[in-house]
């Protein structure tokens, strides 16, 4: 769950050692600026070791991924088409609600990134 403001977004991590480890980090606060037009993105506290994780150099909207040469961690909303440089961007997850309130939240935004509560029937 990626929350802002008075919004969140409903996430679902893909199931990779990369994604586990960084479930292992949350819960998280992260301030995201929005810096291509197309993703909102800012610096994780820790490195996230990106071993066992398949190189993504196509991003599509909704992707959360990081971007090992620096430890960022950027969530996508638009796709311009343009190819990311090796070594690739890592998948983490993907936003599956909420992704239009995150791309209108501004340039600068602080999101909290936590693991959603299970519920039990």
């Known amino acids: 769950m990626l929350r802002f403001g008075d919004h969140a977004a409903a996430a679902r991590l893909t199931d990779t050692p990369p994604s586990r480890r960084f ?8 301030q ?6 197309q993703a909102k993105s800012g610096r994780l506290p820790h490195l996230l070791a990106v071993e066992g994780g398949t190189p993504v150099h196509d991003p599509t909207p909704g992707d959360i991924a990081f971007w090992p040469p ?4 950027a969530v996508y909303y638009d796709d311009l088409g343009q190819a990311v440089p090796d070594p690739g961007l890592v998948r ?7 992704l239009d309130r995150l791309a209108d939240a501004g340039s600068r935004v ?9 519920t039990s029937s």
């Open 92 to 98: 983490l997850g993907v936003v599956e609600a909420g």
């Open 23 to 30: 479930a292992a980090m949350l819960p998280l606060t992260v």
């Open 70 to 73: 620096s430890g960022m961690i």
């Open 32 to 37: 995201l600026e929005d810096v291509w037009g």
């Open 110 to 118: 602080v999101v909290r990134i936590d693991l959603a509560a299970a």
